[in-house]
Nanobody
Framework: EVQLVESGGGLVQAGGSLRLSCTTSGFTFDDYGIAWFRQAPGKEREGVSFIRSRDGTSYYADSVKARFTISSDNAKNTVYLQMNSLKPEDTAVYYC??????????????????????????WGQGTQVTVSS
């Protein structure tokens, strides 16, 4: 059974940092890509970042580029999202998601479909991030 568990959320002041973790189980980590999404109250879910550990392919939303960094630890089957220079508009529930297609797709296929706009098969329960001004 594919499982994803997010952790690391919390309350932080603007300008601060948090590191989110997405711990996975039930599948071969290298065979899947992992994405982070977020959803603020009253807003649509937004793709934030993506990583595929086997070749290092990564994507970032424009709104988080240069502030957020995605990474993976294959030994721990875990993906991290380091969030720096946080802003109040980063406040949201953050989810990680995965599916098999993003694991085998070529880089060209990924770029055409954008992993940040994809409807994934498996989702975690989410972790709340609140940034105070």
């Amino acid at each position: 059974e594919v499982q994803l568990v997010e952790s690391g959320g919390g309350l932080v002041q603007a300008g601060g940092s948090l590191r989110l973790s997405c711990t996975t189980s039930g599948f071969t980590f290298d065979d899947y890509g992992i994405a982070w999404f977020r959803q603020a109250p009253g807003k649509e879910r937004e793709g934030v970042s993506f990583i595929r550990s086997r070749d290092g392919t990564s994507y970032y939303a424009d709104s988080v580029k240069a502030r957020f960094t995605i990474s993976s630890d294959n030994a721990k089957n875990t993906v991290y999202l380091q969030m720096n220079s946080l802003k109040p508009e980063d406040t949201a529930v953050y989810y990680c998601a995965t599916d098999r297609w993003t694991g085998w797709a070529t880089p060209r296929m990924l770029s055409r479909t954008s992993p940040l706009n994809r409807k994934y098969d498996y989702w975690g329960q989410g972790t709340q991030v609140t940034v105070s001004s």
